[in-house]
């Protein structure tokens, strides 16, 4: 099993630009998330879903919109890029809603 | 909203000593209260939880306390290795553990 993977590793964009960022995970995990950490925070939750076409509001949504159409992927839109979401975007997967979150390796955005 | 506030935000101990991080929490409803490890450059780990039915939980060197009345819980690190080295977070599982409230973060540096 690969766990959960995240595309791009690093990404560079213009303010007013858009972009997805992919998560995929291979767990057969219903739950799955987006946080972003800002430099030396915790991670904060943006959204999450509970199964495939379910998706909830985080604690930080503005500025984000995603979609979940299959089990696998969640992936995460940023409309109209700003340099306050210039940070590390974390994409996690659990089973069942409870216990351990894995983590994937993370998207470094920086916004100019 | 939910909030857990963590103590302190850097931690400096000699190799063999111990290491304590605290945290606070009001959300009374939580049950579920795990740790995670986030080395440098990468994803947040779990390294131990605890339920509200449980007042402590040890793996090797490593426990938890947690005090639901006073809404506090707390990490213990015995006999530090410099691998012990990263930034531990302690979180809040919210509404039946589907969503996890992080603590802004401990910096433990363990000095050889």
């Known amino acids: 099993n690969a766990g959960v993977t995240q595309t791009p590793k690093f990404r560079i964009l213009k303010i007013g630009q858009s972009m997805t960022l992919q998560c995929t995970q291979d767990m057969n995990h219903n739950y799955m998330y987006w946080y972003r950490q800002d430099p030396g925070m915790g991670l904060k939750l943006i959204y999450y879903?509970?199964?495939?076409?379910?998706?909830d509001k985080g604690e930080v949504p503005n500025g984000y919109n995603v979609s979940r159409s299959t089990t696998e992927d969640f992936p995460l839109r940023l409309e109209l890029a700003a340099p306050s979401q210039t940070s590390v975007y974390f994409c996690a997967s659990t089973p069942t809603g409870e216990g351990e979150q894995y983590f994937g390796p993370g998207t470094r955005l920086t916004v100019t | 909203g939910e909030n857990v506030e963590q103590h302190p935000s850097t931690l400096s101990v000699q190799e063999g000593d111990s290491a304590v991080i605290k945290c606070t929490y009001s959300d009374s409803a939580s049950n579920y209260f795990p740790w995670y490890k986030q080395e440098l450059g990468k994803r947040p780990q779990l390294i131990i939880d605890i339920r509200s039915n449980v007042g402590e939980k040890k793996d090797q060197r490593i426990a938890v306390t947690l005090n639901k009345t006073a809404k506090h819980f707390s990490l213990h690190i015995t006999e530090t290795q410099p691998e012990d080295s990263a930034v531990y977070f302690c979180?809040?599982?919210?509404?039946?553990?589907?969503?996890?409230?992080f603590g802004q973060g401990t910096r433990l540096t363990i000095n050889p």
């Open positions: 979180v809040l599982g919210i509404q039946g553990a589907q969503k996890l409230v």
């Open positions: 879903s509970v199964g495939a076409g379910i998706t």
